[in-house]
C-alpha cells in the first residue's frame, strides 16, 4: 500500500509518497507563502502531493490515505485546524478543502509535532514501542507523547504541549504568555541568547573568534564549539544548557514514562555531548529511581522525514 504525508510549515510545503516499510518513493515541494488565503494553500499542498504521486511513478489511484501534519492547534477527530499562528488560520476545515482537491481521498490531520513523533515512534528510535515522546529543539520546543499507541492530545486537542511546561517560575517571557516554559530556556533560540550573553560578559570568550568578532554570528553550535575549543565561558553555557533540557525531560519521564523518549532538532546533532550530562541529571533526579525499567534517552534518526512518514500513517491513529 501507499500513502501521502504532508508536512504543512510556514516556509515549506513537503509532500511525500512511503510505503508500509517507512520508505519514501516520491517527494514534492512547494513554497508555503504563509498569510495567504487558506483556499490557496491547500491548492498548491494538493499540488505537491501530487507531484510526488507522479516521481513515485504512481497515481492517486495507488494511494490509500493522505495524512498532514500543520502547525497550530489541530483536530484530528474534525479535521479542523482552529489556529495556526504561522499560517493565519482560524477554523480551517483543513479535511474537507483538502479532500475536495485529492478526489476524495481519506485525511487525516494532527499537529505537526505530533506527527513527527508518530513518524519517530514507528521508524526511528521508538521503532517497537508502544510508549513514547519526542522532543524537538529548535525555534521552540515541539513534542508529541504517545501512551499506549495513542496519542494524547487531550479532550480540546491542545494537549502535549511539552514546550510550555515551567521550570523556571517568574523566568524567562514566553511566547505563549507566560513566564519560565521549557521553551524558554532549552530551545536553540535559548541557547543563542544564552551564548550571546555569556560572550557580552567575558570579552575574552574564545567564542568571539569563532563569530569573528560578530555576536550576530551566533548559533546553536557556538557554545559546543567554543567548549570543544577549551573555552571556560563556553562550558559553563552548555552545561547549564544541559540542565535545563535535563529538568524539562525529567518533568516529561515523571509524568508519562515513555519506554524512549528522543531528542531532535539541530543541536540534537551534538549526539552524546548533549545527552550524557543530560542522562545524568534525569538519573540524578527522576521520579521512579527504583524502578527495575528506566526510560531511554536517545537521539532522534528521521532528522525531517519523520513529519512526512508519522503524517502519512495517521489513518492508524484516527480511522473511524
Not at 513534542?143 to 515551567?166: Q, S, T, W
Request: glycine residues 14%.
Amino acid at each position: 500500500m501507499y500513502y501521502i504525508g504532508i508536512d504543512l510549515g510556514g516556509t515549506n510545503i513537503a509532500a511525500a509518497v512511503v510505503n508500509d516499510e517507512y520508505k519514501i518513493l516520491g517527494e514534492g515541494k512547494m513554497k508555503t507563502n504563509a498569510g495567504r488565503p487558506a483556499e490557496e494553500i491547500v491548492a498548491d499542498m494538493a499540488k505537491a502531493a501530487k507531484m510526488a504521486v507522479e516521481n513515485a511513478g504512481l497515481t492517486l489511484a495507488d494511494i490509500k490515505s493522505v495524512g498532514v501534519g500543520s502547525p497550530g492547534s489541530v483536530n484530528p477527530y474534525t479535521g479542523v485546524i482552529a489556529t495556526s499562528n504561522n499560517l493565519k488560520f482560524s477554523n480551517t476545515p483543513m479535511r474537507e478543502m483538502l479532500t475536495k482537491e485529492l478526489g476524495n481521498l481519506p485525511i487525516y490531520l494532527d499537529n505537526d509535532a505530533n506527527a513527527a513523533a508518530y513518524g519517530e515512534m514507528i521508524a526511528g528510535a521508538g521503532k517497537g514501542t508502544k510508549n513514547f515522546a519526542a522532543i524537538t529543539l529548535g525555534t521552540g520546543v515541539g513534542g508529541g507523547v504517545i501512551v499506549e499507541g495513542k496519542m494524547v492530545v487531550g479532550f480540546n486537542c491542545a494537549g502535549g504541549e511539552i514546550g510550555h511546561i515551567v521550570i523556571m517560575m517568574d523566568g524567562e517571557p514566553c511566547s505563549c504568555g507566560r513566564n519560565g516554559c521549557f521553551e524558554s530556556y532549552a530551545s536553540a533560540t535559548a541557547l543563542i541568547r544564552q551564548t550571546k550573553a555569556a560572550m557580552e560578559k567575558n570579552t575574552d570568550s574564545k567564542m568571539w573568534e569563532l563569530v569573528n568578532g560578530n555576536i550576530e554570528n551566533v548559533n546553536g553550535r557556538t557554545a559546543f564549539d567554543g567548549m570543544r575549543a577549551g573555552d571556560e565561558t563556553a562550558k559553563a553555557v552548555v552545561e547549564k544548557f544541559c540542565e535545563y533540557l535535563g529538568c524539562g525531560l525529567t518533568n516529561v519521564i515523571n509524568i508519562f514514562q515513555p519506554e524512549v523518549l528522543c531528542v531532535g532538532g539541530g543541536i540534537s546533532k551534538e549526539g552524546e555531548t548533549l545527552l550524557a550530562p543530560v542522562r545524568k541529571y534525569v538519573e540524578h533526579f527522576r521520579y521512579s529511581k527504583n524502578a527495575p525499567a528506566q526510560t531511554e534517552i536517545k537521539t532522534a534518526e528521521l532528522g525531517n522525514d519523520a513529519g512526512i512518514i508519522g503524517a502519512a500513517f495517521l489513518y492508524r491513529l484516527y480511522e473511524n
